[in-house]
């Protein structure tokens, strides 16, 4: 059975401070992972999405690594803003499913 | 292309009180999952259809939830008769092959009073 772990479960820093994020997973057998973003109450925005050949994804601001073999993936998020203050998930799909870590709650102090 | 649709957004219920969900996948996509988030938790999975087939509801407590999907197309999950503990946000996701990612819609959020 996957197991996804995030570390740490919350995280304040100040504006401007680059933040990591980090994800451990249990079995290297997987398809991707995907880390998603999600404001209180609402749904998942997916982030970026890193096949299991590949070893990092960027979009803006935000790149994501993985290390397949070792089951870690880091979310960099650079020059931190207020308007990124949420919970960040990660999840590594297997065969059929979707399995999630519990979340990083980052906020950012202005 | 438009995205997976959740309807409503927000359902407060009274405890033993039926509530439905309902989900539009984006078209196209086969597969359809419904997970429950529980405050300061990762999502749980559900259940998970294949087109119209049920592939996993091993999650699913089916003496309350039941959930369907007709046509391989559009999804309902019940909860009867609801308990405190069902407070959640409910997700719906679709996806396609197996290197593709999942795109959730922006989920249901129920409370039980």
């Known amino acids: 059975k996957q197991e996804v772990t995030q570390i740490p479960a919350a995280l304040s820093v100040p504006e401007g401070e680059n933040l990591v994020l980090n994800c451990s997973f249990t079995?290297?057998?997987?398809?991707?992972l995907q880390w998603f973003r999600q404001d209180p109450g609402k749904g998942l925005t997916s982030l970026l999405l890193?096949?299991?050949?590949?070893r990092e994804q960027t979009s803006g601001r935000l790149n994501a690594s993985l290390d397949k073999s070792s089951g870690r993936s880091t979310l960099y998020i650079a020059a931190s803003q207020p308007g990124d203050s949420a919970t960040y998930l990660c999840a590594v799909r297997d065969d059929y499913k979707l399995s999630f870590g519990a979340g990083t709650t980052v906020t950012v102090r202005a | 292309e438009a995205g997976v649709a959740q309807s409503p957004r927000y359902k407060i219920i009274e405890k033993r009180q039926s509530v439905a969900f309902w989900c539009n996948p984006i078209s196209g996509h086969a597969t359809l999952y419904w997970y429950q988030q529980i405050l300061g938790q990762g999502p749980k999975l559900l259940i998970q259809f294949q087109n119209n087939g049920v592939v996993d509801d091993s999650q699913l407590p089916k003496d309350r939830f039941s959930a369907e999907r007709l046509k391989g197309v559009d999804s309902t999950l019940k909860i009867q008769p609801a308990k405190l503990e069902d407070s959640a946000v409910y997700l719906c996701?679709?996806?396609?092959?197996?290197?593709?990612?999942?795109?959730f819609g922006s989920g249901t959020r129920l409370t039980v009073v």
């Open positions: 079995d290297s057998a997987i398809y991707n």
């Open positions: 996701a679709s996806t396609t092959s197996g290197s593709y990612g999942y795109t």
């Open positions: 890193i096949q299991s050949s590949q």
